[in-house]
């Protein structure tokens, strides 16, 4: 243990956590939560975090969660950070985002009880990686360490860059070459700093593990990844509460390198523990683009193995060819009786306007992508009309809104009166006919 550490450790109120150790998801190799490792020294694979669900539930009785803080936080005893004042640093705003009746697209789809998961409103980044991101700065504080960097695609840059801002904590962020400018743009506008990569996200986080390990430096996705995942399950955990205490039937989400799919399920799995409500029934999907769909294509293939790739999708945000949650979600779908399935890039982009023009929602590819797969599972069959199903939306579609097919710019007209009224015409009978096709 640091000496930095020991003497936060002594210093620290705690909060109502009840993790009790790092445990190895392959060979169960136990490590104190104290100890800064993040993955399994002796054979490589990633650390889970344990937690006394027995002191949880106990816990959980104590303080009623409608008397808690409408934030992440707000289910602490099964989220992994122990230091109470690393806690009130970050994630205050963060998470408890909308869950939105989607009558209109439902109707669409043949769906009456259909919701959505609005996380491209989260707190402060506008996606849902404000939630795994304020769970590896929480630790970084927790550790008595004061640099951040990252690997990212995207949404886990700008999230680095605002939370760390928040926190008084330099960040640097790597992307990797076929990154989104928005994206870049927001995380130097927030104070971060930027390395751009002459390679894949897959090429580019494995050697910003050799950096971290050189340099000593924080990365929230790989030396902080343990505690970055869990941060992930307080969307179920959110979920379930906004449905009244019930589980829905299915939930759908898009998939990249997996943290989120794999803590959905056991985030569920968690709330069934410690007594709060029945999650077993609830079936998980997930969505991945036809240019990078490693997860899906196990699945449908029925196959035990994962085949990485080279991404080649628009969807930037899920171009990872080498998901490092992959197995995890494949045992989670499958054990849930769920399914997966596919999009072209033209029917994610089909799948934003979709959700745009019934729900007013405007999202990333990602999400694009989740309701694409939606759509086609509806029109499978899939679903029972009256089941309950929650689609996550997981990011904001005005961070990526130059990446959207052109469309034609509308016309110049003469600033009067007349002119204007003859162009409402037209727009007019073009709204009618598209109704009408609708």
Request: aromatic share 6%; proline share 5%.
């Given at each position: 243990?640091?000496?930095?550490?020991?003497?936060?450790?002594s210093?620290?109120?705690?909060?109502?956590s009840?993790?009790t150790?790092?445990v190895?998801?392959?060979?169960?190799r136990?490590?104190?939560?104290s100890?800064?490792?993040?993955?399994?020294?002796?054979?490589?694979?990633?650390?889970d975090i344990?937690?006394?669900?027995?002191?949880a539930?106990?816990r959980?009785?104590?303080l009623?969660?409608?008397?808690?803080?409408?934030?992440?936080?707000?289910f602490?005893?099964?989220?992994?950070?122990m230091?109470?004042?690393?806690?009130?640093?970050?994630?205050?705003?963060?998470g408890?985002?909308?869950?939105?009746?989607?009558?209109r697209?439902g109707?669409?789809?043949?769906?009456r009880?259909?919701?959505?998961?609005?996380?491209?409103?989260?707190?402060?980044?506008?996606?849902?990686?404000?939630r795994?991101?304020?769970?590896?700065?929480?630790?970084?504080?927790?550790?008595g360490?004061?640099?951040?960097?990252?690997?990212?695609?995207?949404?886990?840059?700008?999230?680095v860059?605002?939370?760390?801002?928040k926190?008084?904590?330099p960040?640097?962020v790597f992307?990797?070459?076929?990154?989104e400018h928005?994206?870049?743009?927001?995380?130097?506008a927030l104070?971060?700093?930027?390395?751009?990569?002459?390679?894949?996200?897959?090429?580019?986080?494995k050697q910003?593990?050799?950096?971290?390990?050189a340099s000593?430096?924080?990365?929230?996705?790989i030396?902080?990844?343990?505690?970055?995942?869990?941060?992930?399950?307080?969307?179920p955990?959110?979920?379930v509460?906004?449905?009244?205490?019930?589980a829905p039937?299915?939930i759908?989400?898009?998939a990249?390198?997996?943290t989120?799919?794999?803590?959905?399920?056991?985030?569920?799995?968690?709330?069934?523990?410690?007594?709060?409500?029945?999650?077993?029934d609830?079936?998980?999907?997930i969505?991945?683009?036809?240019?990078c769909?490693?997860?899906?294509s196990?699945?449908?293939a029925?196959?035990?193995?994962?085949?990485?790739?080279?991404?080649?999708?628009?969807?930037?945000?899920l171009?990872?060819g080498?998901?490092?949650d992959?197995?995890?979600?494949i045992?989670?779908?499958?054990?849930?009786?769920?399914?997966?399935?596919?999009?072209?890039d033209?029917?994610?982009?089909?799948?934003?306007?979709?959700?745009?023009?019934?729900?007013?929602?405007?999202t990333e590819?990602?999400g694009?992508?989740?309701?694409?797969?939606?759509?086609?599972?509806?029109?499978?069959?899939?679903f029972?009309?009256?089941?309950?199903v929650?689609a996550?939306?997981?990011?904001?579609?005005l961070k990526?809104?130059?990446?959207?097919?052109?469309?034609p710019?509308?016309?110049m007209?003469?600033?009067?009166?007349e002119?204007?009224?003859?162009?409402?015409?037209?727009?007019?009978?073009?709204?009618?006919?598209?109704?009408?096709?609708?």
């Open positions: 243990m640091s000496t930095a550490f020991a003497q936060d450790q210093q620290r109120h705690e909060t109502r009840c993790a150790s790092l190895c998801e392959r060979c169960e136990s490590y104190p939560m100890e800064p490792v993040f993955s399994c020294p002796d054979c490589g694979r990633n650390l344990e937690f006394d669900y027995e002191l539930a106990v959980l009785q104590q009623p969660v409608a008397e808690r803080p409408m934030n992440i936080w707000r602490e005893e099964l989220l992994p950070i230091d109470a004042a690393a806690q009130a640093r970050v994630g205050q705003h963060s408890f985002t909308p869950l939105i009746k989607a009558d697209l109707q669409a789809l043949g769906l009880n259909l919701y959505l998961k609005d996380d491209s409103t989260s707190r402060p980044s506008l996606s849902y990686k404000d795994v991101v304020s769970m590896s700065v929480a630790r970084l504080l927790e550790l360490k004061r640099e951040i960097g990252c690997v990212s695609t995207g949404n886990v840059g700008t999230a860059a605002a939370l760390a801002a926190a008084g904590v960040a640097y992307y990797p070459n076929r990154l928005t994206k870049a743009l927001a995380c130097r104070g971060a700093k930027v390395c751009q990569v002459d390679g894949n996200y897959d090429e580019a986080n910003c593990r050799a950096v971290a390990l000593g430096l924080e990365f929230a996705n030396t902080l990844r343990p505690f970055y995942a869990e941060g992930a399950k307080t969307m955990f959110e979920i509460e906004q449905l009244g205490w019930n039937d299915h759908i989400t898009a990249a390198g997996g989120l799919s794999s803590r959905i399920h056991k985030g569920l799995v968690e709330l069934e523990r410690v007594g709060l409500v029945s999650t077993s609830v079936r998980l999907h969505a991945q683009p036809d240019g769909a490693p997860i899906a196990a699945i449908l029925q196959d035990a193995d994962i085949h990485a790739c080279r991404p080649t999708t628009i969807a930037h945000s171009a990872i080498a998901p490092g992959g197995h995890l979600v045992d989670a779908v499958r054990g849930r009786g769920g399914t997966a399935g596919r999009a072209s033209e029917e994610i982009f089909a799948g934003v306007d979709l959700l745009a023009a019934t729900e007013g929602v405007l590819p990602a694009g992508t989740t309701i694409a797969v939606l759509r086609k599972l509806a029109e499978a069959q899939a029972d009309p009256d089941e309950v929650v996550i939306i997981t990011g904001n579609g990526t809104i130059e990446d959207h097919p052109a469309k710019w509308p016309s007209v003469s600033c009067d009166a002119t204007m009224r003859s162009m409402l015409d037209e727009l007019q009978q073009e709204s009618a006919a598209g109704a009408s096709l609708g």
